[in-house]
């Protein structure tokens, strides 16, 4: 499912809706961007959600840019746990649902 080679068609939808990819397009660059929060942790950042969501794309997309702001392999491995622990910590809470209450 999940073929790289799928990212090209990225300009197939840009092509549709032109205005709706430009403001996507300048969005996320803005959200993504060197500010208050340095360009690597928001990288890490999107890879921890890229776990979460297991968007394929999304890590590979990701990962190389948090490499390339410095990123370390310490830093990715931690980045992998704190994912697997909020994706853990959400089924837990989430069990909280399936009790009716006594």
Do not use: W
């Amino acid at each position: 499912m999940y073929d790289f080679n799928n990212l090209k068609k990225l300009k197939n939808i840009g092509e549709s809706a032109p205005e709706s990819m430009q403001a996507f397009k300048a969005f996320d660059e803005l959200a993504l961007k060197e500010g208050a929060i340095p360009k690597k942790y928001k990288e890490l950042i999107a890879l921890a959600v890229a776990l979460t969501t297991q968007c394929s794309y999304c890590l590979e997309v990701h990962r190389k840019a948090a490499i390339k702001a410095g990123a370390t392999n310490e830093e990715l491995a931690e980045t992998v746990f704190i994912a697997s622990a909020l994706r853990a910590g959400a089924a837990l809470t989430h069990g909280t649902h399936l009790f009716m209450d006594k």
